[in-house]
């Protein structure tokens, strides 16, 4: 008779098995931030019988175009621009505070909590970056252009309701952003540098 090989039971174990338990313990009970890139919300989907953004045209003077070159050199309206004069600039544009003829034309709109507002409504920041553009460089512009949209909304909600916009009340932003919409087109990279 043959010798019986011995097998190992259910309490047997390997290192190949206190290996995996280990694994296992370490993905549970560790935490990883996985949080990163830009919080944004999509907008709905189009209707079928909704005309495409393709087909709306957009007067001159109410678009900004913001183009990050492939050496991170910022443009802003065809000037070159510092980021750190970005938000400035964007928040001039969006609000056009003297109804200035190069900046986007204002509407009347009767916004609740405000009456009968002259606002912007028909700007667009179309933001444009080189296939070439670091990442970082393209963050740091979109926190420029989100910086800009928080501060005009800050600074009206301030003046109206004696707070901040995020301590407003859901009717409360939403008249805020009827005033300040924000608008930011963005376009697939190109290769306008050649890198």
Do not use: H, W
């Given at each position: 008779?043959?010798?019986?090989?011995?097998?190992?039971?259910?309490?047997?174990?390997?290192?190949?098995?206190?290996?995996?338990?280990?694994?296992?313990?370490?993905?549970?009970?560790?935490?990883?931030?996985?949080?990163?890139?830009?919080?944004?919300?999509?907008?709905p989907p189009v209707p079928k019988d909704q005309k495409n953004d393709t087909d709306v045209d957009i007067n001159k003077r109410n678009l900004l175009v913001v183009l990050v070159s492939s050496t991170n050199q910022v443009l802003c309206g065809n000037e070159v621009t510092d980021v750190k004069q970005l938000k400035?600039?964007?928040?001039?544009?969006?609000?056009?505070?003297?109804?200035?003829?190069?900046?986007?034309?204002?509407?009347?709109?009767?916004?609740?909590f405000f009456g009968k507002t002259m606002v912007t409504k028909n700007h667009v920041i179309s933001l444009q970056n080189d296939r070439g553009t670091s990442y970082q460089a393209y963050i740091d512009v979109?926190?420029?252009?989100?910086?800009?949209?928080n501060e005009l909304r800050d600074d009206i909600s301030k003046k109206k309701f004696g707070k901040a916009f995020m301590d407003l009340n859901e009717d409360e932003q939403k008249a805020v952003q009827m005033i300040y919409p924000q608008k930011i087109s963005e376009a697939e990279p190109k290769n306008y540098g050649g890198k």
């Open positions: 008779m043959g010798k019986k090989r011995k097998t190992p039971g259910i309490n047997g174990s390997s290192s190949a098995d206190i290996a995996f338990m280990l694994l296992i313990f370490f993905l549970i009970t560790t935490s990883m931030d996985t949080d990163q890139g830009l919080a944004r919300r999509l907008p400035d600039k964007v928040k001039e544009f969006i609000d056009n505070p003297y109804n200035d003829a190069n900046k986007p034309e204002k509407v009347e709109v009767d916004v609740p979109q926190n420029e252009l989100a910086a800009a949209y």
